[in-house]
Structures are given as C-alpha cells and as structure tokens.
C-alpha cells in the first residue's frame, strides 16, 4: 500500500514515458518511498521549501536569489562584492546563494573597500581553467550582460561603491527568493522565521514566468585566443550553444557529457578510462572534460581541456570526431553506461541535507518545480540513442563554436580548422 502510494505521489507532474517507466518498477523502491517536499509562498512572494522530520540532524537553510548575478551586474563583480559581504554567500551568472538565512544588508563604505582588495587580489590568482569560462562566455555571447566576468575585472570591482549595491539589491523582490530547509525542524516555524527575515521585500507586480528575461542572450560564432610562447601549456575551451533549463533537449546534453566523460592524468587510470575520448586523448592532454551550462534562455556545451603547447593539434584532431560522432550514434554499451553515470550524478545531488537543500532551490527556481527523483531516473532511462542524435544535430553537427584558449597556443588550429571538423563528409 506504501508503495502505490508513492507510485502516485511520484507520477504527478511528470511526462507520460517517465510514468510508465516508473510504472514498470525498474525504479528502486527507496526511490520511489523518498519523502515528499513541502512547499508554501510568503504574502510578498518568497517561496518556502522545507524537507524536515529528521530530529537527531541540525536544520540546514539554504536560499537562491535570482535577479542577482553577473548577467545582473551594471558594473562589473557587484553581485560577487555583495555575495562576500553576506554571509556563505556564492554568486553565479544569474543568481545568489546564502548558506544561512539572514537579511540582506549592504555593508558598510569601509568593509566594501576591504572587500574589494580581497577581490581583486582573487581575480590575480585565479587558475587558467576558470578563466577560461570567463573568457568563453565573453565571446559567445558578445553585447549581452550574460557574457559579464563571473567575478567582475580588477579595474570594474575597484570602481563599485555602495550605492551600486543599493540600485543592485532594489531589483529584488519576494518572487525572485527561495528559502529550503532540511534536516530538523519544521515547515511552519521555517515559514515565520522566512516571514520575519524577507518580509520586507516587495511582492507582486512581476508576471514573468520561469525562463523568462529581460534580453534574450545570442550565441556568436567566435573565439578568443591569450598567446603566451613562454607557457608549456595551454588551456583550451570550446563550446557550442546549448539549452536553457527548460528546454528539451536539457536532458538529452547532460547525457551527452557522460558520454564524452573527463579526465585528469593524476587520477593513474590512464588508456583504461571508459569514455571513448577520453582513451583518445589520455595520452595528449593532461585533463579534459565536457561541460553542460544551462541558463534562463540558452547554454553552453562543449569540452574544456588542458595540454602540451606542441599537442593542441593532436588534441583537436581527436576531440571533434568525438563531439561530431553523437550526431551519428554510439554504441549500446556506450549509452547504457553514460545514463548509469547520468543517473550517479542525479541521485549524488540529493545525497545529504545540504546537498539537498541547494538542488530543491536550483529546480524550483529554474524548471518551476521540485522533480521526483522517481521522475528524473525515469527521464534518463526513457533516453534513447534517437534522442541524443537529435540534439547533438542541433548543437554539435555543422554548428558554429566558441573558443577561448590561453598559454602557449601556436599549434592550436585556427576557427576555420575547426569548425570545418564539426561535420562529417558521408556519402
């Protein structure tokens, strides 16, 4: 009887191949007998998520806040400035997490000032490979604020005062914050404690819907190249435009980078690795992985590498056949371990309280919804070879990409070389 109550629990909102997988049983029962969050939404807008009851654990709080960001800074770095003055703050490209709940208040013109040093100091310290994304970003979507330094530029964050963190946090109302708890407690008392902290947050007046933005953000064909003769490396990102986070071919990508996998030399697997590419090119680059980024309105899909200065030839001779091919199909034992990996990854990303609590909040404010882990094993396994030819044709197959590379760059092949590979000649 527990069970088909679950069954009917999990079923609602999900599509009718989900169900009828879930249906069949080849959902695991402790699955399918996962306990059902609680949602409610404050006067002024701030949903409340709760997945509370267990007494012997502490209660976790985590909040996302949209409308924050760097796709929301005028500037450049406000909304990493203002995510370091709070406290466990973390900001993204377009939102602004918080380990505890407390208010949002701006710091005062002094702690700004030492923030800033602190910063900037960051941004001269930071490794190849997430400037890379930086650098990425910038040129696939030029002219839009999506394209903003994640953290800002030394020369933007030392020109942010305090009353640019004012005119940030004055966009914010109550519809753009979700509050989840986990853990201990309970869902009525996290509710007062949200009223009392966000209740002076402004509500209603907004009709967007989840998805939607204020300037749509284009994919541009292009590529940015930082040449260094003197490094012995290079890193290189190369990316393709992806889906949105309601988009249907979401699902369809975050298979797709299973298939491709990652690698780093020091994990001593070497040739024994299990994804196709990266046998390929274990003996190359010193680590490679793909990459799925998904935004309000589109994405990112690609592969972000790190190799000899006198192996980026090689590196993209292997690489592209590799993306192109998922236009053509892989094998069964291919596609049945990449959605093992896939469904590893899903149910890694609800183990624990914390862990938890930060994909409640990613969904609810992304696709609308909590999705059932019932549901989203259920999408993976409904997945079919057809499915990812489908979306690797809209994405990989004869489309334009977007490079960023840095270090010693001189044997990596030009935008021509490389976009000529993203198709294959059949006849």
């Keep these: 009887m527990m069970l088909q109550t679950a069954l009917k629990s999990s079923r609602r909102n999900m599509s009718t191949v989900a169900a009828s997988i879930v249906a069949s049983g080849e959902i695991p029962a402790y699955v399918l007998n996962a306990p059902k969050e609680v949602i409610s939404t404050t006067t002024n807008g701030v949903k409340v998520c709760s997945l509370l009851g267990d007494s012997n654990t502490p209660q976790y709080v985590t909040v996302r806040i949209s409308n924050l960001g760097s796709r929301h800074d005028k500037i450049g770095g406000e909304s990493a400035l203002l995510a370091s003055s709070l406290s466990g703050g973390q900001s993204g490209r377009e939102h602004l997490s918080l380990s505890s709940l407390h208010s949002l208040a701006l710091p005062s013109a002094e702690t700004l000032e030492k923030l800033k040093a602190a910063q900037i100091a960051k941004l001269g310290n930071n490794s190849y490979e997430s400037q890379m994304l930086d650098h990425l970003h910038g040129t696939a979507f030029q002219g839009n604020a999506l394209g903003n330094p994640l953290e800002g530029s030394a020369e933007s964050v030392a020109s942010v005062s305090v009353d640019d963190l004012a005119a940030l946090l004055a966009e914010v109302r109550g519809e753009n914050v979700v509050v989840v708890g986990t853990g201990g407690g309970s869902h009525e008392k996290l509710v007062e404690e949200v009223d009392k902290v966000m209740g002076g947050l402004s509500g209603g007046g907004s009709t967007k819907e989840v998805g939607q933005v204020a300037e749509k953000a284009y994919f541009m064909g292009s590529d940015i190249r930082i040449r260094y003769d003197s490094h012995k490396n290079a890193t290189v990102a190369l990316g393709f435009e992806g889906a949105s986070w309601t988009d249907p071919k979401a699902m369809p990508l975050a298979l797709m980078t299973s298939l491709l996998g990652s690698y780093t030399s020091s994990s001593g697997i070497g040739k024994n690795i299990a994804a196709t590419m990266c046998q390929e090119v274990a003996e190359i680059a010193s680590s490679i992985s793909a990459f799925n980024l998904s935004y309000s309105d589109t994405g990112l899909f690609?592969?972000?590498?790190?190799?000899?200065?006198?192996?980026?030839?090689?590196?993209?001779?292997?690489?592209?056949?590799?993306?192109?091919?998922?236009?053509?199909?892989?094998?069964d034992e291919e596609l049945a371990r990449a959605k093992l990996a896939l469904k590893t990854q899903i149910l890694s990303s609800m183990d624990g309280h914390i862990a938890a609590g930060e994909e409640m909040a990613r969904q609810i404010q992304t696709i609308g919804r909590v999705m059932p882990l019932a549901e989203a094993l259920a999408r993976v396994d409904a997945l079919t070879m057809d499915d990812v030819k489908a979306a690797a044709n809209i994405v990989i197959n004869d489309q334009d990409h977007a490079l960023a590379a840095i270090g010693g760059i001189h044997e990596l092949p030009d935008y021509n070389w490389i976009r000529r590979k993203s198709y294959m000649l059949r006849y």
């Design 302 to 331: 690609g592969v972000v590498a790190t190799a000899p200065d006198n192996m980026l030839d090689d590196l993209m001779w292997n690489v592209m056949p590799n993306l192109v091919r998922l236009a053509h199909g892989v094998s």
